[in-house]
């Protein structure tokens, strides 16, 4: 038997966030057990509390998180805490940080992905080295782990990297707006020109012809259309490359982003741990669940 690790409602801890419903009653249908823990206890750092109400098994149990997003730390006290209840997360807190923050995989990933680089220090004169990279290039500007790219033209498009006006003012807007979510530090991105798909209804912002592939075990668990918008036609990625890619990375549960450029060469926007990475609403959970659950016993056995 494997555990599904999901997150309780905020207003009761025996209730599951509703956001995860249908994956849990998938979860269930695919023969997958299921615990309910306190995200908010979790990572005020109460780790007894947020743990309390997960049953410990006899023998030890394969556990896969599925709920919001953690940092490293908070991951690494989850990890800990259900290990002590004999439940072993599928990723270890070294795998999570790998395929969590950009920096750590980079290296895995760098011929098929934007040019990158990165600071902790958030002084002028470190961001403007790192600009400089790029000469007069568009960039992207996130941190470790998100962009604030439904502010897109405030918080996160720089047209030409050597323009230290328009630099400063997206960047601080950009650290305005993360706060203390901010993650590690700043990456700056290479902007590349993706074939466009359609406006956000919401923010306005160009999405592109995404696609996120979960992978288990190395193996492809299930391809979905980044985006709920837009029409996609019959564009479909080309697995090859990334999956032989995949099978350097680090991790046993992962997300692999990719897009298509506008010369048709298709690229690794990023990578993610695949218990944080959320299902769109096109996503066939119960499928999902199914095929996750086939690559993840085809290891055990």
């Not at 005020?44 to 919001?68: C, H, M, S, T």
């Not at 979905?224 to 996609?232: I, L, S, T």
């Not at 993610?272 to 299902?279: C, E, H, M």
Request: negative net charge; glycine residues 4%.
């Amino acid at each position: 038997m494997m555990r599904i690790i999901y997150c309780d409602s905020v207003f009761d801890n025996k209730v599951i966030e509703p956001d995860y419903e249908e994956e849990k009653k998938s979860a269930v249908n695919a023969g997958f057990d299921f615990s309910l823990i306190s995200f908010e206890e979790l990572t005020d750092g109460n780790i007894a509390k947020a743990l309390q109400f997960v049953k410990q098994p006899e023998n030890k149990q394969l556990g896969i998180y599925r709920g919001w997003m953690l940092t490293p730390n908070q991951y690494q006290n989850l990890y800990k805490g259900l290990l002590k209840k004999n439940i072993e997360l599928i990723n270890s807190p070294t795998e999570y940080k790998h395929c969590h923050y950009l920096p750590d995989s980079y290296k895995k990933i760098e011929f098929k992905t934007p040019k990158s680089n990165w600071t902790t220090e958030l002084t002028n004169d470190a961001i403007l080295e790192l600009t400089s990279h790029f000469g007069e290039k568009p960039i992207i500007v996130k941190d470790f782990v998100k962009s604030e790219k439904h502010n897109w033209d405030e918080a996160c498009f720089i047209p030409n990297a050597s323009d230290s006006a328009i630099i400063k003012s997206v960047v601080d807007k950009f650290i305005e707006l993360r706060g203390d979510s901010l993650n590690e530090g700043l990456v700056f991105r290479e902007f590349e020109e993706l074939e466009f798909l359609t406006e956000h209804s919401k923010s306005g912002m160009p999405l592109t012809k995404e696609f996120r592939i979960f992978f288990a075990n190395k193996k492809i668990v299930k391809v979905f259309d980044y985006w709920d918008e837009g029409e996609y036609g019959n564009t479909k990625p080309e697995l090859d490359d990334f999956i032989k890619i995949a099978q350097n990375i680090d991790s046993k549960f992962f997300t692999m982003d990719v897009a298509k450029k506008k010369n048709g060469e298709w690229i690794i926007m990023e990578l993610g741990d695949g218990q944080v990475a959320g299902l769109s609403d096109n996503a066939d959970s119960k499928e999902f669940y199914n095929i996750l659950k086939e690559n993840v016993l085809q290891k055990l056995v």
